[in-house]
């Protein structure tokens, strides 16, 4: 009789300890969800600084080349005055 107790007794410990080890393991797995998703917005933050750094560094290359085009183009109909 004390056997059988004592087996009831380790099975009801036993199904505890499951119970808190899936409350835990849920715990740890919202856990690394959340601080995935802080990972990936960072990333992606900095991607979009990236794209806009390119953006500018782009866009100011070219209105360079234009006024410089602009500068050939008005000295050339300068000299074709003279």
Do not use: H, P
Request: hydrophobic letters at 45%; a positive charge.
């Amino acid at each position: 009789m004390d056997n059988n107790k004592t087996y009831w007794v380790q099975r009801s410990a036993n199904i505890e300890a499951e119970k808190q080890n899936k409350q835990n393991y849920e715990f740890k797995k919202m856990q690394d969800k959340a601080e995935s998703l802080q990972i990936m917005m960072f990333a992606g933050g900095a991607f979009r600084v990236f794209i806009l750094i390119m953006f500018f560094v782009i866009f100011y290359r070219i209105e360079r080349n234009l006024n410089t085009i602009s500068e050939l183009n008005t000295n050339m109909l300068n000299n074709m005055k003279k």
